[in-house]
């Protein structure tokens, strides 16, 4: 999974946004950061690596959970400074909470609501 290398983000101001949607429906998964190095790490092995800002190190999406993230597609926006993955989510869930999204707070104008269900219980996954 190598493009040219004319495809590639600008990370000359450091971490960029990276977006994982569903490949099949669209659905936006998650919001994570990568660097130099998770973008390498993720061209060479197809399954997402993102830069963990609160742990400062390389995070391959999956690590602690097993629900990984495998890449088919990759977009950047027309700056080069976002990223846009389109991924198979293994296992269900790309939330720590065990949620299939990390967008599961909805507000429809008149009150919140839960709109992903969970599908793991994080504290027995995490050990939390």
């Known amino acids: 999974m190598q493009p040219s290398t004319a495809f590639a983000p600008d990370f000359s101001k450091g971490l960029i946004p990276a977006i994982a949607q569903d490949k ?24 997402a690596h993102y830069w963990s800002r609160s742990r400062k190190k390389l995070w391959h999406k999956g690590e602690s959970s097993g629900n990984v993230q495998r890449v088919h597609s990759i977009r950047l926006d027309c700056d080069k400074d976002t990223i846009l993955l389109e991924v198979t989510q293994l296992g269900g869930a790309a939330c720590h909470t065990g949620r299939r999204s990390c967008f599961f707070l909805k507000w429809d104008g008149q009150e919140e609501s839960v709109c992903s269900p969970q599908v793991f219980d994080p504290e027995k996954v995490y050990g939390k």
Request: proline share 0%; net charge negative; charged share 35%.
């Open 24 to 47: 099949e429906d669209g659905e936006v998964l998650m919001l994570a950061y990568m660097n130099q190095e998770a973008w390498d790490r993720t061209l060479e092995t197809g399954e």
